[in-house]
């Protein structure tokens, strides 16, 4: 035992005096941002799948017009994959259900990440990079009035009305002949 303790010790030290060292490669995060914008405002998240790092923020509330952000940072290469949708919420309003499908591909250059962002609408396969992920959230149709087969004109009704009335008022308020 006292022998192979003994080598043991020999070898790390020839190996320390050699220069050979064991230690894991860093890099520099990568970073990414995932810009969205919705029409009339809401809520836009981020999901990402099973071993993707997840952003600061997975919701963003946003106004309309406003841009919002999902940052994204990346320390090791690899293909990361993303979902990109709208939450309802309890406004009168027909909400955009796009669903975006986001692939992010980190690479090693010599010892430096870079990555490459592409994503997919819906259905439609995978695309070129995509500037911003855009929701189109719609105010309902207004229901028409419907209509009836009765052109009678409104002014002529009340007119009508208003002479009834007045004949009524004028019958009712004769005095009556009582028989003596």
Do not use: Q
């Amino acid at each position: 035992m006292k022998k192979t303790l003994i080598f043991c010790i020999i070898v790390i030290i020839a190996a320390g005096l050699s220069g050979f060292s064991v230690h894991a490669h860093y890099y520099e995060p990568v970073k990414v941002e995932i810009e969205t914008e919705i029409t009339l405002g809401g809520l836009v998240t981020i999901i990402p799948d099973t071993d993707c790092p997840v952003p600061p923020k997975t919701e963003l509330n946003l106004k309309s017009g406003e841009i919002g952000v999902f940052s994204l940072g990346f320390t090791k290469a690899g293909v990361y994959s993303y979902t990109v949708k709208t939450l309802p919420d309890n406004r009168n309003l027909k909400f955009d259900t796009t669903v975006y499908r986001v692939k992010i591909y980190v690479t090693d250059e010599d010892g430096t990440l870079s990555a490459v962002m592409i994503v997919a609408r819906g259905s439609e396969k995978y695309g070129a990079d995509s500037s911003r992920l855009m929701f189109v959230n719609t105010e309902p149709e207004s229901s028409p009035v419907p209509k009836t087969k009765d052109n009678t004109d409104i002014k002529t009704f009340f007119s009508l009305a208003m002479l009834v009335s007045a004949g009524l008022l004028i019958l009712s308020g004769r005095p009556e002949k009582k028989n003596v």
